[in-house]
Structure formats: C-alpha cells, structure tokens
C-alpha cells in the first residue's frame, strides 16, 4: 500500500491552443481538459493506472473542494478528505508552441491542526496496515511556517516502521527547511528549476548536476535523489553511486503531471522490490507516459514496459 499525501490540491483547466493568447486581445478559445491537480493526486492517478494499492490524503474547501469530490470520486481514486476552511484552488495551464504556461493560485491556508490529522490518519493507518511501503508527500502547503514539513517528518519518523520509505516531492522554501531538518526522507525528486532555486544557482547541464549530486554536503544524506530534467532525462544518486539516464526521444501531447507520474514509478518500484536501476527505468518510462497524453497522471503499463526498454541507465565513476 501506497500513500500520497496532498495538501494543495487544485481545479485544472489545460488549454491547449495553436498560438499563445495576445496580450489586452479578447482570447476565444477551445474549452480546456478539465481535471483535479495537485501533485499527489496525479501521483495517486497514476498508480492507480499501474494496478498498485493506492489512498490518496488531500484537503478540499468550499465549493471547489465539493467539485473535486465529486471528480475523484467519478474517477473511483481511493481518498481520504480532510476538510478546511478556505476554498480548493483553481490553475490554468496553456500549451502552445511546446511551450507550457502555468497560472496556478496559491490556494487557502492549511492550520496545523490539519496537519497533525493527517499524522494521526496515517498513524492509525500503519497500525492496521501491515505492508504500507511508501508514504509520499507531494507538493507545496500554504502554512505560516515553513518548518511544517519538519514537523510532519519527525512525526511520520517517530512511528512508522523503517520498511516505510518517506518520500517529498517538494520545492523552495519548503525544500530547503526539509533538507535541514534531522530526520530526512529516504527520496527527493526536484527538476532542474526546484534544484537551482534550492541552490540559487543557475543548473542547466547534465554535468553539472552530477558535479553537484558528486559534491553537495546539502544533499549527501538523503539515500535517494532524483533530479529530473524533462526530454533529457534524469541524474539519480542512489546511496552514493550516481546514475545518468537517458531517454528516447518522443511525441509530446501534455508533459503536465510528468514528474509526479515519475515519483508514482519511483514508489511502485519501492513496493514491488525492483533494483537501483529497474527502478530508475520504470520511473522516467512512467513519466513518459504521462507525456504522450492529454490526461494527467494516466500512465499506460503496456506503454511503460516498452519505455522501459529504451531507457539508458549508466552508472558515473566520480570519486
Ligand atoms: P516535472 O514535471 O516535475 O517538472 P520533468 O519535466 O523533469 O518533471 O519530467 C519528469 C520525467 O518525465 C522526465 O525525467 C522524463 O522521464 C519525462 N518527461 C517529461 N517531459 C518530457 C519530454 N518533453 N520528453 C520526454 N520525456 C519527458
């Protein structure tokens, strides 16, 4: 059993448009692919279309949290609600020219007490259940603190058993308070833009990111990094040995939803035991996947078995 966790979910609107709207023009456009975002959810999505045990945790409030409801309940994702004041988000994504444009709203504030429920559900969850794998924690939280993450790692680290790997898929400022705190988690996955804001450097290169997975004090005692870099694939360092991987090129409908189909590859392959670099293979194919399509986070195992061929995982020799 695999647990996601989602405390910003959002409304999506995709439109996807042969050129991109003319700033002060009156815009008429097809209606967009609605769906329910938030990069839990898409990871829950996509682990659902990979036939793994799957309970998404997320917030809803207000009108749109009944929306979303009622769509996560029409897609048959398992959820468990925490409800809050404030209302579920909206975003709106443009493709055009291969060009994605994201206006994504902050969305309402998460009180602690939310999040210590969430704790106690997950506690209670793995007591009763015996073979909870992965707990993942996708995304940004609106919280007056930034140490909230801290909070939730000390507490997830105080009961759940070490056979259940942590997972955040998170970016600055939250990342940075993670990385500090004394209790890690096991995996990490920023892309490259996470990684630069968290350094506050500009990283644009494969070598220099394994230069800095090589390097970095900031991120040497997480077990597992994934850096993950689009059409070029991924650097991961997996207990110190560092893997380059490389991936065919393909027709890219909707890239929206690819990194967090990814993180979902990453805990099936946890779960299911593969190897260091099954489990690098199995990820990136389940992010492109999600990339052939206009659903987000519906991944396709025929398809991701044959991506997983073409996958190229290289081990680097940097000591
Ligand atoms: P995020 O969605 O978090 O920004 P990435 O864009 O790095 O993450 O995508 C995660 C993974 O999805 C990539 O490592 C790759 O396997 C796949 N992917 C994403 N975009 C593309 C693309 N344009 N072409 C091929 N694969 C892609």
Redesign the pocket.
Known sequence: MIITVTFNPSLDSIYTLSQFPIEGDHNRVPNPYRTVGG?GINSARALLSLGADVLALTTIGGDNGQVVKSKLDTEQIPVHYFPIKGDTRVSMTVMANGIQTEIVEKGPNVETDIVLNVIEFIKHYSKTEEDLSCVSINGTINHCSNNIYCLLLDKLHEFLSPNTKILF?VSQPLLGEVLKNKNLPYFI??????LSELLNIPVTKKEEVIDILSKTNLLSDIPFT?I???????VARINNQIYN?S????K?IN?????????AGVCYALERGFSNIDTLKF??????S??LHEEVGRVQSDEVEELTNK?IVEEIDYK
């Open positions: 990069k898929d996955k920023p892309n490259l833009k996470e994934l993950s870099m689009g059409a070029d694939g991924a991987i991936i065919p090129s393909i890219v890239p929206t939803g690819s990194g967090d189909s990814t993180v990820a990136m194919a389940c992010g492109m999600n990339a996958v």
